[in-house]
């Protein structure tokens, strides 16, 4: 019943004041994601999401999790009490964040550790617009897009009308909890050189105790005339010091509910986390008369050190950097009476990792664990489009990737302590888009990708005969994908609508019985998305999404446990996001954002026998935007009824009804105000 409604209370929202398809002009969208090139959305066989900087403006998300979650097939949960929060595309719970490829201006975020991506670290201002493809990227991409990826491009200066152009922002705001922040942003335009930049910094107690936060972050764009093309060079650099407040332990046979009785405390006051970061990639674009040839040489690299009180102490301090090559080019052609677009490429990734764990900071020169791993992916992609008929485009891929990595822990010289893998991995995909009366089409695609096991995922620091350290080397996972939808877009509605289904051989999964990452047995995910956005007037739109997921396992036992037919934890069924931007004049904007997630199985609940199920929620943000000349200001109130929920829990093993949660702050206030010179 509840399924019903809520799909009902979606299409009348949303497709109901459809006008008939031939009454309204298509719009018409630039995307980069689903080509490494720029092109229309069509270019696709999937669907791609488009979320612009006037969107985002006028959101009332105030992080860029928050605003991903407004659409179809994105859940989000947070352990931290940061906007870092762990995003899951098409239900994979706790692994979320390695199924969903994650890049920044086309260069991954992803890390081959475990690490959430550093969100916090890309200010929304600095954002031109963001691309979602569920379920796709694998063959351009790469691993990792087996629930889909999300490309954020930035903010670039574009050329001037004539003579040197300046424009300077600057924004501070403050809030709940001892909350501040500021940023500045700066664009600088002349006839050969220009630049974008932004600064901008956040001090916050936060909602928790000990979970106090200092952040700092830069992104720049420069760009001049290369020839007939451009020259780019990106950089930026993020530092994040954070407390982690732990959970909060509910155990109804001790008359223990930390939930009730001290929401807010910390059972970890000790624990902390630090972070330094920074990225740089040059490249440039080039066209020429049989196509065009883009390429680009990135750098990144973090340093990480966390401390973790409990038995005993553990301390880390983690060195990782990334170096890419990544040529590609495009190169239309005529072949058989049909007009082809051809992209081939060559991604060439090469990972270090050297990582010291110790029982605290002076003891990080004996270490307990010293872990070197190094990792090397050399990828050759295909994409051929072709223009079957005025309606019917047909996509065809195929990824050829060599993975060659070794780990070992140096300060372990027992064998079992050291391992190598060479694996050659493919992905495919064959899709067709028909484009039926104006504005309509339909889409339905076949397509194969892969993950590799990450550093965190193949060591156990405990996992050897004499309790010491071991690498177990992992399978490849694999997913079968399947998936077909129809896409509407007009000037005042767009709606998406699709059904998939995806089967995995070797998941990779954590083991919360054995404290160590395993291959599955097969499991599948299958869902329905739907997603549309209504402009009722010139002055208010409304947007819904829901997502229907289904994830379980086919077959096979955990820990001796049958769990064919189960539910996959941290999985919610049903997931739906309301939001509208209403101008109320021509100075002020309100905008406001609904979310219900369903139930949900709590982690470590595989055999699906815990008895209960992480509680439904729902939550309301509001803001309300004032211009004023050059002055813009905000008001924003997050969790409106200030309802007390969490995202993330998990179930004891040994003791029915014990569970530790993650509680999301209650009712809360940012206030901010930007003014442009």
């Known amino acids: 019943m509840k399924q019903k409604l809520i799909t009902a209370a979606l299409f009348s929202a949303v497709i109901s004041p459809l006008p008939a398809y031939a009454e309204t002009p298509v719009l018409q969208e630039v995307v980069v994601t689903a080509t490494r090139f720029p092109s229309p959305p069509q270019s696709s066989a999937g669907s791609v999401t488009v979320i612009t900087s006037g969107d985002i403006e006028k959101s009332a998300a105030s992080t860029l999790p928050g605003l991903l979650a407004q659409h179809a097939g994105i859940h989000v949960s947070s352990s931290d009490g940061t906007a870092d929060m762990a995003i899951d595309m098409r239900g994979f719970g706790a692994s979320g964040n390695q199924n969903t490829l994650v890049l920044l201006d086309g260069q991954q975020l992803n890390d081959i550790d475990l690490t959430a991506i550093r969100w916090s670290a890309i200010p929304l201002a600095s954002i031109e617009r963001i691309e979602i493809m569920n379920g796709d990227g694998a063959v351009l991409y790469g691993g990792g897009a087996t629930g889909g990826t999300i490309n954020i491009i930035t903010r670039h200066p574009d050329k001037p009308g004539a003579g040197q152009q300046l424009q300077r922002s600057a924004s501070i705001g403050a809030g709940s909890y001892a909350t501040n922040e500021w940023q500045l942003a700066l664009t600088s335009t002349g006839d050969r050189v220009r630049l974008y930049t932004t600064v901008g910094g956040l001090e916050s107690a936060n909602y928790r105790a000990n979970n106090h936060i200092d952040q700092n972050n830069l992104e720049a764009d420069a760009r001049t005339d290369a020839g007939p093309g451009v020259a780019i060079v990106k950089f930026g650099a993020n530092y994040q010091n954070l407390r982690y407040p732990g959970p909060r332990r509910v155990d109804p046979?001790?008359?223990?509910?930390?939930?009730?009785?001290?929401?807010?405390?910390?059972?970890?006051?000790?624990?902390?986390?630090?972070?330094?970061?920074?990225?740089?990639?040059?490249?440039?674009?080039?066209?020429?008369?049989?196509?065009?040839?883009?390429?680009?040489?990135?750098?990144?690299?973090?340093?990480?050190?966390?401390?973790?009180?409990?038995?005993?102490?553990?301390?880390?301090?983690?060195?990782?950097?990334?170096?890419?090559?990544?040529?590609?080019?495009?190169?239309?052609?005529?072949?058989?009476?049909?007009?082809?677009?051809?992209?081939?490429?060559?991604?060439?990734?090469?990972?270090?990792?050297?990582?010291?764990?110790?029982?605290?900071?002076?003891?990080?020169?004996?270490?307990?664990?010293?872990?070197?791993?190094?990792?090397?992916?050399?990828?050759?992609?295909?994409?051929?489009?072709?223009?079957?008929?005025?309606?019917?485009?047909?996509?065809?891929?195929?990824?050829?990737?060599?993975?060659?990595?070794?780990?070992?822990?140096?300060?372990?010289?027992?064998?079992?302590?050291?391992?190598?893998?060479?694996?050659?991995?493919?992905?495919?995909?064959?899709?067709?888009?028909?484009?039926?009366?104006?504005?309509?089409?339909?889409?339905?695609?076949?397509?194969?990708?892969?993950?590799?096991?990450?550093?965190?995922?193949?060591?156990?620091?405990?996992?050897?005969?004499?309790?010491?350290?071991?690498?177990?080397?992992?399978?490849?996972?694999?997913?079968?994908?399947?998936?077909?939808?129809?896409?509407?877009?007009?000037?005042?509605?767009?709606?998406?609508?699709?059904?998939?289904?995806?089967?995995?051989?070797?998941?990779?999964?954590?083991?919360?019985?054995?404290?160590?990452?395993?291959?599955?047995?097969?499991?599948?995910?299958?869902?329905?998305?739907?997603?549309?956005?209504?402009?009722?007037?010139?002055?208010?739109?409304?947007?819904?999404?829901?997502s229907y997921t289904v994830a379980k396992f086919r077959e096979g036992s955990y820990n001796g446990v049958d769990v064919s037919g189960n539910d996959i934890p941290l999985v919610p069924r049903q997931r739906l996001a309301l939001s509208s931007s209403w101008e109320i004049t021509a100075k002020n904007m309100f905008s406001g954002m609904m979310t219900y997630v369903g139930e949900q199985r709590f982690d470590n609940d595989q055999a699906n026998a815990y008895g209960q199920k992480m509680p439904a929620y729902a939550t309301v943000d509001v803001k309300l935007a004032h211009r004023e000349g050059r002055w813009r200001l905000t008001a924003a109130v997050n969790n409106l009824f200030n309802r007390k929920y969490f995202t993330y829990a998990v179930a004891s093993t040994f003791s029915p009804g014990v569970y530790n949660a993650y509680p999301m702050p209650e009712r809360n206030f940012l206030l901010n105000a930007n003014y442009s010179f």
């Open 253 to 546: 046979a001790a008359g223990v509910d930390q939930l009730a009785t001290d929401r807010r405390g910390t059972s970890t006051p000790l624990d902390y986390g630090q972070s330094d970061g920074r990225h740089i990639s040059l490249g440039t674009s080039q066209p020429f008369t049989w196509g065009d040839l883009a390429v680009e040489v990135a750098y990144r690299d973090k340093q990480q050190q966390a401390y973790f009180d409990a038995f005993g102490g553990s301390y880390l301090d983690t060195n990782l950097n990334r170096r890419s090559l990544t040529p590609r080019v495009k190169i239309p052609y005529q072949l058989g009476g049909l007009s082809h677009e051809l992209i081939t490429g060559l991604d060439i990734i090469n990972w270090d990792y050297d990582s010291t764990r110790a029982n605290s900071p002076a003891a990080v020169n004996t270490p307990s664990a010293h872990i070197l791993a190094r990792q090397l992916d050399r990828g050759l992609y295909v994409q051929d489009t072709s223009q079957l008929s005025v309606n019917n485009e047909l996509t065809l891929g195929a990824r050829i990737q060599q993975v060659d990595y070794q780990a070992r822990d140096a300060a372990n010289p027992a064998p079992y302590a050291s391992g190598t893998q060479e694996r050659t991995v493919t992905a495919y995909e064959a899709g067709l888009r028909h484009n039926l009366k104006p504005g309509w089409s339909l889409f339905g695609r076949l397509s194969r990708s892969f993950r590799i096991a990450t550093v965190d995922e193949i060591y156990d620091q405990y996992g050897g005969p004499s309790f010491d350290s071991r690498i177990t080397v992992l399978e490849p996972q694999t997913a079968r994908h399947g998936e077909a939808g129809i896409d509407y877009g007009a000037e005042n509605n767009k709606v998406r609508v699709s059904i998939y289904h995806i089967n995995l051989n070797n998941e990779i999964h954590y083991n919360a019985i054995t404290f160590r990452n395993m291959n599955l047995a097969p499991t599948r995910r299958y869902g329905l998305e739907m997603e549309g956005t209504h402009r009722y007037t010139e002055r208010l739109a409304v947007t819904a999404a829901y």
